[in-house]
């Protein structure tokens, strides 16, 4: 069993929608991170989170410690939100200084307009 | 905005031969790592390096694979001997502290093992 697992792993949806990702996790972790990555590749973090919610622009991020559950909405979608979103998590570990993450398999989102 | 960038973008190799894949952290960052992604597979996590020292590993990263800090800018990754199964986009990251700062990534090295 996978310790992150994302939901769904393809959405497709008109420009103007509200998009709900999901990130359910199973390790103990110190924060979760929602990621996004390009059709070129390039990797770019979008918010880091260790409790309650974050709001950047059109994107939020909740995370539900005790549920070890953690969503990302994406209000007013756009074409060029159109990406893969990775959800990881940095994994409690005894060795100072370590600073782990797991990673999911990502969700690819395409908003069409 | 600073940036961490990587060399080169795309390097092909054959079978058995040393690669050195190079990574220029953000300047005041402390904290640095190397990530693998295969083709259409998830990103995984090779390796932390804190205060000149690799502070994490995973099961992947090892004797074929090293890194080290040579100055005061580049974090390198070289893989020794390389394999097929090393084909895959390596990232580097960086973050300025260990609990309270996102981690910043390259734009990845496309390593292509022939």
């Known amino acids: 069993k996978n310790e992150v697992e994302q939901s769904p792993q393809n959405l497709t949806a008109q420009e103007g929608e509200f998009i709900t990702i999901n990130c359910s996790y199973s390790?103990?972790?110190?924060?979760l991170h929602w990621l996004q990555q390009h059709p070129g590749g390039g990797i770019v973090s979008l918010f880091m989170?260790?409790?309650g919610k974050k709001k950047h622009g059109r994107l939020i991020a909740t995370i539900n410690i005790q549920e070890k559950h953690s969503s990302l909405h994406i209000t007013a979608s756009h074409p060029r939100d159109s990406a893969v979103y990775i959800c990881?998590?940095?994994?409690?570990?005894?060795?100072?200084?370590?600073?782990?993450?797991?990673f999911g398999q990502g969700t690819r989102l395409t908003i069409n307009p | 905005e600073p940036e961490v960038t990587q060399t080169p973008s795309h390097q092909v190799t054959q079978m058995g031969q040393e690669v050195i894949l190079r990574c220029v952290p953000i300047?005041?960052?402390?904290?640095f790592y190397w990530y693998r992604q295969i083709l259409g597979q998830k990103v995984e996590f090779l390796v932390s390096?804190?205060?000149?020292?690799?502070?994490?590993k995973s099961e992947i990263f090892d004797d074929q694979f090293s890194v080290e800090r040579p100055d005061g800018s580049n974090f390198t990754l070289k893989i020794r001997s390389t394999k097929l199964e090393d084909s895959a986009m390596y990232f580097c990251?960086?973050?300025?502290?260990?609990?309270?700062?996102?981690?910043?990534f390259g734009p990845g090295t496309r390593l292509t093992v022939l």
């Open positions: 990251a960086s973050s300025a502290t260990l609990l309270t700062d996102t981690q910043y």
């Open positions: 990881a998590v940095r994994v409690v570990s005894k060795i100072q200084g370590a600073q782990k993450l797991v």
């Open positions: 390790v103990g972790i110190s924060a």
């Open positions: 300047s005041n960052h402390l904290y």
């Open positions: 390096f804190y205060n000149n020292e690799i502070s994490e």
């Open positions: 989170l260790s409790s």
